[in-house]
C-alpha cells in the first residue's frame, strides 16, 4: 500500500487533440524518488514505467501503459507499524497496466478505458468512459467523464482481510482557446466512495467509511512569441469531505533554446487545512475509542513548496529526451492564511524522472 | 469549497479570459498547436506527478477520473 506512482486517468484532451493524431508515440520514462526527514531516509521508490499510443483505421487510437514500482524504506515518522524505526521496513511492489481506446467523430470522441494495479496487499480495477464534443471552429471543447474502482484491501499483518473500496469519479470540463496565443482549461471532478479508508498501517487509524472530494482546476498556457517561450499557469481549489480544504498554484515557463533544447523551470505552492479527524502529536493525544482519528501527517495543516526544472531536447526523426528534477518540501509553518498543525516534523522529497520518445 | 475563494476564483478567471477574448480562426492556431501549449502531453510525466503528490498530500483530483485507487493514500 505504499506503493507511489501513477494510475492513469481520464485526461481531458486539449484543442489540439479534436482531431485523430497523425502519428503514434512511445514513451520510456524511470522515476527515482526518495523522501526523508531530519537527516533520515524513508521511501525510496524506483519505478520504470511504459506508453504507448498508435491511432489506426483512419478514426481510432489505441493506447496503454504499464508501470512497476519497487520501494523500500519507512513511511513517516510516528506510530507506524510498518517502520525503520521498528524494525520491519517497508519493502513492496506494484505492477499496473491500462488500455484504452477512443473513437473519433467528425465533432466529438468516445473513448473507454480500463486498468487493474495489483499490490501485495492492495488491487484496485477501474473502468472508464470519457466524451469529448467541441464547436464548429474548434475553439470550444467539453468533456465528460465518468469512472468506477472497486479496490480491495489486504494488509500484510492482518488487521482486517478482504477489505473493500467502492469509487464514482465525474468529471466535466471545458478547453476554450482564448486567442491566437492563449488556452484556457476548467474542469470540475467528484469523486464519491465507500468503504474501507482506514490506514491499516496505523495505530488507531479508523476514518469515516464514506468520503466525498471535489476539485476545481483551472489552467492557463499562454504563448510569449517574442521571447520564444509559454507561460503555464494551474490553480486549483479542492474539498475533501474528510475536513480538508486545499488550494494549488503551480507556474512554468517553458523556454524554447537553440539546437532544439527546451529548458522548463518551476514553482507549485499547495497550501491545505487539517481533516476534521486528525490529531497533532503526541501520539496518541485526542483519540477517543469508537470516534474518528488519525495522526496521518498527510491529513495535516501544512504548506508545501516544489521547485522543479526540466531539461528536453528533440532529435531527429521523432526522438526527444528529457530529464526533470522535483524538490518538494512540506512545513506546517508554510500553510496559507494562518498555523499548520504543530508538532509535525517538516518532510522533504526529491524525485528524477527521465524519459525517451519515438513518434512512429 | 470555501464559496468566498471559488467566487474569487471564477471572478479572476472570468475576468481574464474577458480581457483577452479573440477566439483565433483556423490559421491563427499556429502557436496554439505548439507541444508546450498542450495540457497533459506527455502523459507518464503527467501521471507521475499527480500521483506523488496525491501520495503526500490529503487529496487530489481535478485532472482527470478513472485511474482507480492504489494504497499510497
Redesign the interface.
Known amino acids: 500500500m505504499a506503493a507511489a506512482l501513477a494510475l492513469p486517468g481520464v485526461v481531458p484532451a486539449g484543442a489540439a487533440a479534436q482531431s485523430i493524431p497523425d502519428e503514434g508515440r512511445v514513451e520510456l520514462r524511470y522515476l527515482d524518488y526518495r523522501d526523508w526527514q531530519s537527516g533520515a531516509d524513508r521511501m525510496r521508490v524506483k519505478s520504470p514505467s511504459f506508453h504507448v499510443m498508435k491511432p489506426f483505421a483512419g478514426t481510432w487510437i489505441a493506447e496503454g501503459g504499464l508501470v512497476y514500482d519497487g520501494m523500500s524504506g519507512a513511511s513517516p515518522r510516528f506510530h507506524n507499524t510498518l517502520s525503520g524505526a521498528s524494525g520491519e521496513g517497508v519493502r513492496d511492489y506494484r505492477t499496473a497496466g491500462d488500455v484504452k481506446l477512443t473513437r473519433y467523430f467528425d465533432r466529438y470522441a468516445v473513448g473507454v478505458g480500463a486498468a487493474v494495479s495489483s499490490e501485495r496487499d492492495y488491487l484496485s480495477r477501474a473502468v472508464s468512459v470519457d466524451f469529448r464534443w467541441w464547436t464548429d471552429d474548434r475553439n470550444t471543447t467539453l468533456a465528460f467523464g465518468f469512472a468506477g474502482s472497486s479496490d480491495r484491501i489486504d494488509p500484510v499483518n492482518e488487521v482486517v482481510v478482504g477489505r473493500k473500496r467502492h469509487t464514482l469519479d465525474f468529471l466535466v470540463g471545458v478547453t476554450q482557446a482564448v486567442n491566437a496565443n492563449a488556452i484556457l482549461q476548467s474542469n470540475l471532478t467528484v469523486s464519491r466512495g465507500h468503504g474501507y479508508y482506514d490506514d491499516p498501517y496505523k495505530s488507531l487509524d479508523t476514518r469515516p467509511d464514506h468520503r466525498r472530494v471535489v476539485a476545481w482546476l483551472t489552467r492557463w498556457n499562454q504563448s510569449i512569441p517574442a521571447a520564444d517561450a509559454t507561460l503555464r499557469l494551474a490553480f486549483r481549489v479542492l474539498r475533501d469531505s474528510f475536513g480538508s480544504t486545499s488550494f494549488m498554484t503551480e507556474a512554468q515557463w517553458v523556454q524554447t533554446l537553440p539546437a532544439g533544447f527546451t529548458v522548463t523551470p518551476g514553482l507549485r505552492y499547495l497550501t491545505q487545512s487539517a481533516a476534521d479527524f486528525y490529531r497533532d502529536p503526541p501520539f496518541p493525544t485526542g483519540f477517543r475509542p469508537g470516534e474518528p482519528y488519525s495522526a496521518d501527517t498527510r491529513l495535516s495543516a501544512f504548506g508545501a513548496f516544489t521547485p522543479s526544472l526540466k531539461i528536453a531536447k528533440s532529435f531527429e526523426r521523432g526522438w526527444t529526451a528529457d530529464l526533470r528534477v522535483d524538490f518538494h518540501r512540506q512545513r506546517g509553518s508554510w500553510r496559507l492564511g494562518g498555523d499548520g498543525s504543530p508538532g509535525v516534523e517538516p518532510f522533504s522529497a526529491r524525485w528524477i524522472q527521465g524519459g525517451v520518445s519515438k513518434s512512429f | 469549497?470555501?464559496p468566498v475563494?471559488?467566487l474569487a476564483?471564477l471572478l479572476a478567471?472570468a475576468t481574464?479570459?474577458s480581457c483577452?477574448?479573440?477566439?483565433?480562426?483556423?490559421w491563427?492556431?499556429?502557436?496554439?498547436?505548439?507541444p508546450?501549449?498542450?495540457?497533459?502531453?506527455?502523459?507518464?510525466?503527467?501521471?507521475?506527478?499527480?500521483?506523488?503528490?496525491q501520495?503526500?498530500?490529503?487529496?487530489?483530483?481535478?485532472?482527470?477520473?478513472?485511474?482507480?485507487?492504489?494504497?499510497?493514500?
Do not use: T
Open positions: 469549497m470555501r475563494a471559488s476564483l478567471v481574464l479570459a483577452a477574448w479573440a477566439p483565433p480562426r483556423p491563427e492556431k499556429g502557436e496554439l498547436a505548439k508546450a501549449m498542450q495540457f497533459d502531453a506527455d502523459r507518464l510525466e503527467s501521471r507521475i506527478q499527480e500521483h506523488v503528490y501520495s503526500k498530500e490529503a487529496a487530489s483530483g481535478g485532472y482527470g477520473v478513472g485511474g482507480g485507487g492504489c494504497g499510497c493514500n
